[in-house]
């Protein structure tokens, strides 16, 4: 399979202070990836160094084989990147539907963007009944589904999902993954995942990272991963 | 009663202006929660520039159009120039800058135009059909292009996807830039705006207070006063702020405590609702569930 | 200015201050003195003016310093405590005839308890609404100083005339070097209580709240009372360098606290230094001669460097003069 995203010793800072030493990671095309850890691991600052935000990177950063180790974050969003950040980052002030129809700011089909808000609402009734409400308003739940609405209303070739199921109750988590999947099969996005459950996470990726101290400590296939010793002890609880 | 009416359209009419001017503090302070001082300088500057065009035979609306045009260069060229770099700045930093800026533009109009006071025409002919005892011809004509240019920014700003885009940027840069919006030029963008809003601020203004380099200061603190009455995260309450504050000033001015005051009761209107409530009359405020 | 120096650091500079306290004074600062002493015998009159007015200025923008660079608030309406300092004066030598040394001590005081009223309500302000507010202040002064209501006191537009003291004992010193060296050993005693304050308990305290607000109320600086008091106190030093002001020119009238003042002192902070009590020497400098030096260039010119010499050092020479001074040293 194609090698949609690739790192290649990507480093990250904060500042003067390194936090991810050297990490090497891809992402095939239409695959879901998951990157597992414990907190401080530095999974959400990976996520920020493959969109560019908010860290100062080293290293090789290439998307379809373009690099694109020295673009901004709006240049990386435009190549087709969708990133679900930790907080969700909704738009609080703005209505649901404004905060969908901000994923379609770097299409240029109107047709599409009414069909695909259509789409959206067809995977989560509750955010048409609320399509008017303030975003603010909404449940955490519910700003999780609007999140990954908003980011797939660009249409991604990859979306990156920081903890989608921080604080959620396990049915909503459960109905969440289940669209993720669905969103993967049908419409081929590939998906690379964060996440500290990672038995939910397991069950919805092909392969796993695990992400100790800044450091890739261990990668594999879903099943490798599951039989894997450190991660076993470490975050299956087993 | 008829006095009263008049004064209270009186009121209306220089709260409209009022209500620009706040319009545009509150559009650069939900983009980047700076106040910007020079506001007023900049609508000063505006004015003048039109008044030199006027001198040079330029017909009105022309003259209009193209410092409307200028101005909005000039606020997007400040925000990249000058602002952008101060993005990570201390806050005492940036209000230093916004202070030299309403210094540069001050002594910009006195150097290039001249200290001494000007008249400066309205385009609205004296005798129009629209004059009436309550207002003059100028203060309704002025009146009305406030609103439509109120009008026509309220339509940008809900209606159209860059005026979303804009909203978005000034919310959650952050969020904002994971969407692929260019957050640095919404940023211009706004900025330009607020000066073009200045500019017609500056415009209609200036037939009534005469101009001079001081023009504005005066209003810029009225302003300042709505901006925060209404709620300075509030382009609505900018407005409703700005009307208020103009009627109040007016009927104050009147009964209570005379004209000399204003600058005074601008004051004590600041900090009456800086200390009672911050958020403003209309403040939003905005919800969040954790 | 740099970022502002996390909570952590400003323990240590608490510290070496009062180390600097208990080791000798410089040897700077005491030929700096004994020349300003000198100045009384060897200037002619208006250039004692000028001296005068340096020191008025200087106790002023230490004021100002304490409140944005040790507390970080901004004030930009300081020019308006200035005109209470200096009106306070003018009303009691005009129309009541209390000797200047008495006037002194009561323009400040009235300055402070003035800047503790405005700072009381203010205080509950983010720093930019404090900017907004004391932006008002300034701007509004002058119409308060005209205002028919107060005309009886105030004298209105026309302002009050004041009369220069004699020197006392019949000291073989005319008027103009008196007041110059009596301004001197006021400078130097506000510059003695500036200094107490900036290095002890309460300077540490200021710090604290300007560099970790949360943090300084969670280990008990009682955030609201400290911030205005420090705001009363700003307000007192430049009220005293009113009343200074005062009795040098011998003349207040609304016009000359108008918003020019309350940006000069602001300049005057930045060009010498946020955070510093050389730079107040520095910049007392620059804005005595420089907006002048401008006049004769143009009308406008004084405002046009004014708003150059902001621009142009918050961006290089963030730490103002003094910080420059000090890095030659």
């Known amino acids: 399979m194609d090698k949609l995203l690739e790192a290649k010793g990507l480093r990250a800072f904060y500042g003067p202070v390194a936090v991810l ?15 597992l850890g414990a907190n401080g691991a530095g999974k959400t600052t990976t996520l920020r160094a493959l969109c560019r935000t908010k860290v100062r990177t080293e290293g090789s950063l290439s998307l379809a084989g373009e690099a694109i180790e020295r673009r901004t974050t709006e240049q990386v969003a435009r190549l087709g990147v969708g990133h679900v950040p930790d907080g969700r980052g909704t738009f609080l002030g703005l209505t649901v539907e404004e905060n969908l129809r901000l994923g379609c700011y770097t299409r240029a089909d109107r047709a599409g963007c009414a069909s695909d808000l259509e789409r959206m609402y067809g995977y989560f009734p509750r955010l048409k009944e609320r399509r008017r409400q303030q975003a603010g308003t909404l449940s955490g739940g519910e700003q999780q589904m609007l999140a990954i609405s908003r980011a797939l209303m660009a249409r991604p070739r990859l979306l990156l999902l920081d903890e989608p199921s ?15 999947a669905k969103i993967n099969r049908e419409e081929s996005v590939s998906i690379l995942l964060v996440e500290q459950n990672a038995r939910l996470a397991l069950e919805l990726a092909q392969r796993a990272y695990l992400l100790e101290g800044g450091r890739v400590v261990a990668h594999g296939s879903s099943e490798q991963m599951r039989q894997d010793d450190a991660v076993r002890r470490a975050y299956l609880g087993d | 009663m008829e006095a009263f009416l008049h004064q209270l359209a009186a009121g209306l009419a220089a709260g409209g202006v009022y209500a620009s001017m706040a319009l545009a503090l509150v559009m650069i302070y939900q983009a980047t929660h700076h106040i910007n001082f020079a506001q007023g300088e900049m609508a000063t500057f505006s004015a003048f520039i039109a008044w030199a065009l006027l001198q040079a035979g330029v017909p009105y609306w022309l003259a209009f159009a193209a410092t409307v045009l200028v101005s909005f260069s000039m606020g997007a060229a400040i925000q990249f120039a000058i602002v952008r770099p101060l993005e990570k700045a ?15 533009f001050h002594s910009m109009a006195g150097w290039l135009f001249g ?38 920014l309220f339509a940008f700003l809900r209606l159209t996807p860059l005026g979303l885009a804009m909203r978005a940027a000034a919310e959650n840069a ?42 504005m200061s005066g209003v810029l603190l ?69 | 200015m740099n970022a502002i120096p996390p909570a952590l650091k400003a323990l240590p500079t608490a510290k070496f201050a009062q180390a600097d306290r208990v080791r000798s004074i410089p040897r700077l600062f005491v030929a700096l003195v004994v020349l300003a002493v000198a100045v009384t015998f060897f200037a002619q009159g208006y250039q004692l003016f000028q001296a005068t007015m340096i020191v008025s200025y200087a106790i002023a923008l230490l004021g100002l310093n304490l409140l944005t660079g040790y507390n970080g608030q901004i004030s930009l309406g300081h020019g308006a405590f200035y005109a209470v300092g200096a009106y306070v004066t003018a009303i009691l030598m005009a129309r009541y005839g209390v000797p200047y040394w008495v006037c002194l001590p009561i323009s400040g005081g009235v300055a402070l308890v003035v800047g503790y009223l405005f700072g009381r309500p203010a205080l509950r302000l983010e720093g930019l609404y404090l900017a907004l507010a004391t932006f008002a202040l300034g701007i509004a002064a002058p119409q308060l100083l005209k205002s028919r209501h107060f005309e009886p006191w105030t004298g209105g537009s026309s302002g009050i005339v004041l009369n220069k003291p004699e020197a006392p004992f019949g000291l073989p010193l005319d008027a103009d070097q008196w007041f110059y060296l009596f301004s001197l050993v006021v400078g130097l005693l506000m510059l003695l209580v500036a200094r107490n304050l900036v290095c002890g308990a309460s300077g540490r305290a200021m710090r604290a709240m300007r560099d970790h607000p949360l943090a300084a109320e969670a280990i008990g600086v009682p955030g609201s009372h400290c911030k205005s008091v420090t705001f009363g106190i700003s307000a007192g030093f430049t009220g005293v360098a009113g009343s200074l002001f005062a009795v040098a020119v011998q003349f207040v009238s609304p ?30 400098v620059f804005i005595m001669f420089v907006p002048d030096l401008a006049e004769k260039v143009s009308k406008a010119a004084p405002w046009a460097v004014y708003g150059v010499v902001l621009i142009v050092f918050v961006y290089l020479l963030p730490g103002g003069l003094a910080r420059l001074a000090r890095r030659r040293a």
């Open chain 1, 21 to 35: 030493h050297g990490i090497d990671l891809d992402v095939e095309q239409g695959e879901v990836c998951a990157l």
């Open chain 1, 166 to 180: 921080f604080g959620l109750a396990p049915l909503i988590v459960r109905e969440i993954f289940g669209i993720l």
């Open chain 2, 90 to 104: 201390p806050e005492l930093s940036v209000v230093v800058v916004f202070i030299g800026l309403l210094v540069i």
């Open chain 2, 115 to 152: 200290f001494d006071v000007k008249r400066f025409p309205s385009p609205f002919p004296v005798d129009a059909w629209f004059g009436s005892a309550l207002l003059s011809v100028h203060q309704l004509g002025a009146m009305a292009v406030t609103l439509a240019m109120v009008a026509v």
């Open chain 2, 174 to 215: 952050d969020s904002a830039r994971l969407l692929g919006v260019p957050v640095s030029r919404m940023l211009m963008l706004g900025w330009g705006l607020a000066g073009a809003i200045g500019a017609v601020a500056g415009m209609m203004v200036a037939p009534t207070l005469f101009l001079d380099p001081h023009m």
């Open chain 2, 222 to 290: 009225y302003a300042f006063a709505g901006a925060l009455l209404g709620g300075i995260n509030n382009p609505v309450g900018a407005v409703v702020g700005g009307l208020v504050v103009g009627v109040a000033e007016n009927l104050l001015g009147t009964y209570v405590i005379g004209t000399e005051l204003k600058l005074p009761l601008a004051l004590v209107l600041i900090v009456t609702v800086l200390v009672f409530r911050p958020a403003g009359l209309l403040g939003r405020v905005v919800v969040k569930r954790v």
């Open chain 3, 255 to 284: 016009d000359t606290f108008a918003m020019f003042l309350s940006i000069s002192l602001l300049v005057g902070i930045v060009v010498g230094g946020v955070g510093t009590l050389w730079g107040a020497l520095y910049g007392a």
